[in-house]
Structure formats: structure tokens, C-alpha cells
């Protein structure tokens, strides 16, 4: 059983996780204020997930070998888009930038040194995009924490992770709501990127803060709103692409959570 303090974080997670709607952002696009407010505390969050001394699940055996696992099955899940020489790119961003197992750490750190600037010279949609991305980290990352720990309590001697052993920490874990919220910033992440390549100047003031950012030791947060852009400059009918990875994982989902033998079967 987790700890307090452990069960404290998930906590927190679950609840900064969720969509705020405060009043200036009802029915509308949230003010600069609201997003720089939703920032921090996402950040805040990050950097708690994935520090050992305040989450010692970090530490479990089991959570690197769990993580490449997942990154290896959505690019199987992802071979359709792969195959594609439009839907490549953008197939290839959400796998290592988006919903992968790469570590997000130095983007995050990047973004918390410069969210006053950012606040001021960023358009909102692409601050939205990236509070989305930080959540779908955050989120991400506390559920493979819980699921280390459900492996762990399952298999302790480490043997091999294969599809049974992984539908059966899934259900052990549950929380199907962060679930289904975990795909709903998937495909948020896209939308952003794709609503930023429809406003004007966006990719030039990308192009022209290139060289600045990493003189200022900001390059991987340049390199993820960068590769973000070009890969959805190159898609074409975004709308289609992410629908089709909504309804694909929403399928896995609900696969595992009934015990479907072959939950990973294309849909």
C-alpha cells in the first residue's frame, strides 16, 4: 500500500489535473493570467511526480521497463500512421514528444525559468498546448507510478512484462476517469498545435527565437514547440489524424478494463 505522502501527490495530481474553469475562461478563451496560473502549478506538479524524495516510487524496479514497454506498444498501435509520409511526422512527435517515454524534466525546468516571458510573447494557443503537454506528463507519469507499484506487488521477482501481466496491473490500478482524461490531452496537445498553425506569425516568431532560446539554455523547450509545428504543418487534415487515435485508444481503454485477451489488436 502506498504511503501517505505517495497517496498525497496522487491526490494532488487528480486534482490539478482536471480542467479549471474560472470565470474569465467560461465559455471562452482563458485570459494570459489564468494560463500562467495553470502553468505554475502544473510545473509545480511535474517536478513533485518525478522527484524521488517526494515520490519514492520512482525508485521501483519496475517503472523504466514499464515505460519502454508502453512507448514500444503505441508505435505499434501507431503503424498505420507511420506508414503514411503526411501522418509520419506528427505520428512520430506524439510518440517521443507527446506520449512517449522520454523524459520531460529539462522542457519542464525550461518552461519554469521563463513562464513571465513566455506569458507575454506567446500566443494562447500555444500556452494552452503547453499546459497541456505538462499535464499529460504529470498525469501520465503518476499513472505508471501506480502501476509500477501494482507490478511489483504482482510479479516482485521482475519477470518479463507481457500483455496479461500489464492488463492485470491496469485493472488493479482502475481510475478509469484519469484514463479516459489522459486521452482527452492527447488529442488537446494536437488540437493546440494544429489551432496554432492557423494564426498568422506563429511559425515565424518559432524561427526567429531559435537562436535566443538556446543561447539562453532553452533549446529542448524550443525543439518540442518547433517540432510540434512543423510536424502539424505537414499533416494536412489534423481533425481526422487525431480523431482516429481518440477512438483507437478509447478502444485499448475499454479493452483492458474488460479483461479483452487481446486488448491491443488494431481497431
Known amino acids: 500500500m502506498a504511503g501517505a505522502g505517495q497517496r498525497g501527490v496522487y491526490t494532488v495530481a487528480y486534482g490539478l ?14 485570459t494570459r493570467s489564468d494560463l500562467q496560473a495553470r502553468l505554475q502549478k502544473r510545473l509545480l506538479l511535474h517536478q513533485r511526480l518525478y522527484d524521488p524524495a517526494c515520490e519514492p516510487r520512482n ?4 517503472l523504466r521497463g514499464l515505460q519502454r514497454w508502453q512507448a514500444q506498444r503505441l508505435e505499434q498501435s501507431f503503424a498505420a500512421f507511420l506508414r503514411d509520409p503526411a501522418q509520419r511526422p506528427a505520428a512520430r512527435f506524439f510518440l517521443t514528444d507527446v506520449y512517449g517515454d522520454r523524459d520531460f524534466r529539462q522542457r519542464d525546468a525550461d518552461a519554469a525559468r521563463v513562464l513571465p516571458m513566455m506569458q507575454r510573447l506567446l500566443p494562447v494557443p500555444l500556452l494552452e498546448t503547453l499546459a497541456d503537454a505538462i499535464a499529460l506528463g504529470a498525469l501520465s507519469h ?3 507510478l501506480r502501476m509500477a507499484q501494482a507490478l511489483q506487488t504482482l510479479a516482485p521477482s521482475g519477470r518479463a512484462l507481457d500483455v496479461a501481466l500489464y492488463a492485470q496491473a491496469y485493472r488493479q490500478v482502475g481510475h478509469p476517469r484519469l484514463r479516459a482524461r489522459q486521452i482527452v490531452l492527447i488529442v488537446e496537445v494536437g488540437a493546440g498545435l494544429a489551432a496554432a498553425l492557423r494564426m498568422p506569425g506563429v511559425g515565424r516568431l518559432l524561427r526567429l527565437s531559435r537562436l535566443p532560446a538556446r543561447a539562453a539554455g532553452l533549446g529542448e523547450l524550443q525543439s518540442f514547440l518547433e517540432r510540434g509545428y512543423d510536424a502539424f504543418a505537414a499533416l494536412g487534415d489534423a481533425q481526422a489524424f ?5 477512438q483507437s485508444e478509447t478502444e485499448v481503454m475499454r479493452r483492458l478494463f474488460a479483461g ?6 488494431p481497431v
Open 142 to 144: 503518476a499513472l505508471d
Open 17 to 30: 489535473l482536471r480542467r479549471v474553469r474560472g470565470p474569465a475562461d467560461t465559455g471562452g478563451m482563458p
Open 260 to 265: 479483452d485477451p487481446e486488448p491491443f489488436t
Open 242 to 246: 487525431l480523431d482516429r487515435i481518440r
Open 59 to 62: 525508485r521501483l524496479p519496475w
